[in-house]
């Protein structure tokens, strides 16, 4: 009989272990609750405390994002058994991902300058939202602002 000899490479071979029972789903449950926890202990202590300086809410808001993202990689990493996967699946799924994100904050940072840039420099398109608006009394006849 010939003998089979099969060569194990660990970025190919996957084991997967198989927690007993509930003992995984409920692991999952306790850290999201406890991240989920500090989150919102963090978001109450900026309405608890709204003279706290400028940078202390920073730092808060920034402290609620990074929870945010870890959480959103252990539930990707367990719920997609993403976590399991080989490293060139992972980063097939990550790095397209990153892209995105960073797209996404560069088109509302780009847009965000491009109105202020606009509305400063040319005062005739500037928004209506910025615009002082006069009171005017009930009753009497309102013309439209590029009339009067």
Do not use: C
């Amino acid at each position: 009989m010939e003998q089979h000899h099969h060569t194990v490479s660990p970025e190919i071979s996957v084991v997967h272990h198989h927690d007993s029972g509930t003992k995984r789903i409920w692991k999952t449950f306790w850290i999201l609750l406890g991240i989920t926890v500090i989150e919102l202990g963090l978001g109450l202590t900026m309405y608890a405390f709204p003279n706290m300086s400028e940078w202390v809410h920073i730092a808060i808001k920034g402290s609620i994002v990074i929870l945010s993202l870890a959480k959103a990689v252990y539930i990707v990493s367990i719920f997609m058994h993403l976590g399991d996967e080989i490293r060139n699946m992972i980063m097939t799924i990550a790095v397209p991902l990153m892209l995105f994100v960073w797209f996404i904050g560069a088109f509302l940072w780009d847009g965000y300058s491009w109105k202020n840039l606009r509305n400063d420099y040319d005062p005739y398109k500037r928004e209506e939202g910025t615009r002082k608006m006069e009171k005017k009394e009930h009753g009497a006849e309102q013309k439209p602002s590029h009339l009067q």
